[in-house]
């Protein structure tokens, strides 16, 4: 019987005259012609910020929007602590608070959101045995404490955060921050007394720095080698 089995066996290749098995021919692709992807000048940067209190605060530790604009600070192309501070951030947004109490036996803590749609109560905890207090918070949604601060608004002497402590306080801060593009302004508030008079430093000044200054951050400056790049390109 005849049978047409293997004949065809080959019929999707393609032979040239020297019988050289040739592959399927190839089509030219033409990519469409994409812009590039949008270029972000002044990138959102996250950081978390550290903040000690060695001792009981009195009264109520006030933090208002400027307090936060104020962060990172900076004492460009002179030594003069006094005259040439400005800040070096544009914008600045409260992701998440965290504040640990000290171990004593009874040691109280507490923090409350303040300002336009915020809730009105506190969170507190207190020291059991050796276990410190602890409590942490994001800003309350469609609240003020949840916006962007910024240079150009005109509330920035709003208060935002209070805290209170009976003894030693450990707080992080984690925020999204934007550097400034232009002309920085001078800084607007407390600078730590100890605080070095070095050019081109950033400095991270207390947290409360328009207020009492009684909260100085765990690390005040960063390496002078970045600030240097970016102060003096």
């Given at each position: 019987?005849?049978?047409?089995?293997?004949?065809?066996?080959?019929?999707?290749k393609?032979?040239n005259?020297?019988?050289i098995?040739?592959?399927?021919?190839?089509?030219?692709i033409?990519?469409?012609?994409a812009?590039?992807p949008?270029?972000?000048?002044?990138?959102?940067?996250?950081r978390?910020?550290?903040?000690v209190?060695?001792?009981?605060?009195t009264?109520?530790?006030?933090?208002?929007r400027r307090?936060?604009?104020?962060?990172?600070v900076?004492i460009?192309?002179?030594a003069?602590?006094?005259s040439?501070?400005?800040t070096l951030?544009?914008?600045?947004?409260?992701?998440?608070?965290?504040?640990?109490?000290?171990?004593?036996?009874?040691?109280?803590?507490?923090?409350?959101?303040?300002?336009?749609?915020?809730?009105?109560?506190t969170?507190?905890?207190?020291?059991?045995?050796?276990?410190?207090?602890?409590i942490?918070?994001?800003?309350?949604?469609n609240?003020?404490?949840?916006?962007?601060?910024?240079?150009?608004?005109t509330?920035?002497?709003?208060?935002?955060?209070?805290?209170q402590?009976?003894s030693?306080?450990?707080?992080?801060?984690k925020?999204?921050m934007?550097?400034?593009?232009?002309?920085?302004?001078?800084?607007?508030g407390?600078?730590?007394?100890?605080?070095?008079?070095?050019a081109?430093?950033?400095?991270?000044?207390?947290?409360d720095?328009?207020?009492?200054?009684?909260?100085?951050?765990?690390?005040?400056f960063?390496a002078?080698?970045?600030?240097?790049?970016?102060?003096?390109p």
């Open positions: 019987m005849y049978t047409n089995r293997g004949k065809n066996k080959n019929r999707n393609r032979y005259r020297n019988n098995v040739q592959g399927p021919s190839r089509k030219t033409t990519l469409p012609r812009p590039p949008n270029y972000q000048v002044q990138p959102i940067i996250g978390k910020f550290r903040f209190a060695s001792s009981a605060s009264s109520a530790v006030v933090i208002t307090c936060l604009l104020n962060l990172q900076s460009p192309r002179s003069s602590v006094n040439n501070v400005v951030l544009s914008s600045i947004v409260i992701k998440s608070v965290r504040m640990w109490g000290g171990a004593a036996n009874n040691d109280q803590i507490g923090m409350s959101w303040l300002g336009t749609n915020a809730p009105d109560r969170l507190t905890d207190i020291a059991v045995m050796d276990t410190p207090a602890k942490g918070s994001r800003p309350p949604n609240s003020r404490s949840a916006e962007w601060i910024n240079t150009t608004d509330d920035l002497d709003t208060q935002i955060l209070e805290f402590f009976s030693s306080a450990t707080l992080d801060i925020v999204l934007i550097y400034q593009d232009a002309t920085c302004l001078p800084f607007n407390r600078i730590l007394p100890t605080l070095p008079a070095t081109n430093y950033f400095y991270t000044p207390p947290l720095n328009v207020t009492t200054a009684n909260v100085p951050p765990a690390s005040s960063l002078a080698a970045f600030a240097n790049a970016v102060l003096n």
